[in-house]
């Protein structure tokens, strides 16, 4: 079992700056991907980032939604069992509730189905 909570949601301007954290329990973090989405009020939930395991062939390789690309960045800290969100240039359109997940690692890491663990999500939300 893994146990995710995120953290550093909040509310910003447009053309600001957030980072959010997720931070997960147990001592196989390292073997799991770990993906974010996010959902807005009545929109079907989708993918931003995603960031392949430490034992990975591609060994961290990190994917981006097209509308995120240039402006998030995903990173792991494998010693401190979290990975982030690092998110510039924010837009009104981010507005939303991001979750991060954590899987083991596929093809498909912009499809939710591929992860088995999800935390309860933070809001984020940018002004104009």
């Known amino acids: 079992q893994v146990q995710l909570v995120e953290s550093g949601g909040g509310l910003v301007q447009a053309g600001g700056s957030l980072r959010l954290s997720c931070a997960a329990s147990?001592?196989?973090?390292?073997?799991?991907?770990m993906g974010w989405f996010r959902q807005a009020p009545g929109k079907e939930r989708e993918f931003v980032a995603a960031?392949?395991?430490?034992?990975?062939?591609?060994?961290?390789?990190?994917y981006y939604a097209d509308s995120v690309k240039g402006r998030f960045t995903i990173s792991r800290d494998n010693a401190k069992n979290t990975v982030y969100l690092q998110m510039s240039s924010l837009k009104p359109e981010d507005t939303a509730v991001y979750y991060c997940?954590?899987?083991?690692?596929?093809?498909?890491?912009?499809?939710?189905?591929?992860?088995?663990?999800w935390g309860q999500g933070t809001q984020v939300t940018v002004s104009s």
């Open positions: 997940a954590a899987g083991y690692d596929s093809s498909w890491y912009w499809i939710g189905d591929q992860y088995d663990y």
């Open positions: 960031i392949s395991s430490a034992i990975s062939w591609s060994g961290g390789n990190t």
């Open positions: 147990g001592r196989t973090f390292s073997s799991y991907a």
